[in-house]
């Protein structure tokens, strides 16, 4: 299988467009697949394993896009942003959660988002092939420049989102000693058992044992 020549056409541009939106998806993939590594140990190998293929096929349709290489990237990117909007709607058809729909967050359509690029730039290549006039070196750099552009706001809004969200999933220790603290001054809850002798209740207070002792002795 050989490389796609693109010196005279507009694929190899396309192509490493797509790779370098592969690569954003990759980094966004690995920042969170720890978080999905201490939930299920399978999701956490899914997304280190999808990040690594993501970021060797980026490396490699930048260099060489083979025809083999880019029809391959197409599958793995539609399967993915196909088990994502699966996930959020009808709930994952496996795993502990499974059948409950997952929250949508920015980290997700960023990675939905980059994914749609890669499947666009390879369907590029693979359709439209050669062109009769190639892009010129300033087009090509704009381009380029543009597409690196929108990977790292991207990538940027995917981290901070993950980030975020696997902070509030876990919590931190000043959370939970602030909710262990207010769990003391919590109301009693209905059915349990009084235990403050001190509560005031607005009434008059009973006689103690030792109330009713001295009251005897003056009698």
Known sequence: ??????????????????????????????AVAPMHWKDWVPAGVFFASIAFFQ??????????????????GIAANVGSAALWVVSRTAGAPFGPNAGAAEAVEAAGICVLLLQCYVVMGAAWVLVRRYRAHAFSGVGRTLVLVGANTVMALAVTAGLASGLHGHQRHHGTPVDAEAGRGA?????????????????????????????????????
């Open 55 to 72: 970021l060797a096929w980026g490396f490699l349709a930048w260099s060489r896009p083979t025809r083999l290489l880019l029809a391959t």
């Open 183 to 219: 769990a003391h001054g919590a109301p009693v809850e209905p059915g349990r058992p009084v235990t403050d002798m001190k509560l005031n209740t607005g009434g008059e207070h009973p006689p103690s044992s030792s109330d009713k002792h001295q009251h005897d002795h003056h009698d």
């Open 1 to 30: 299988m050989t490389a796609i020549d693109a010196r005279k056409t507009d694929n190899r541009l396309a192509a490493r467009c797509a790779a370098v939106a592969s690569i954003g998806a990759a980094v966004i993939h690995f």
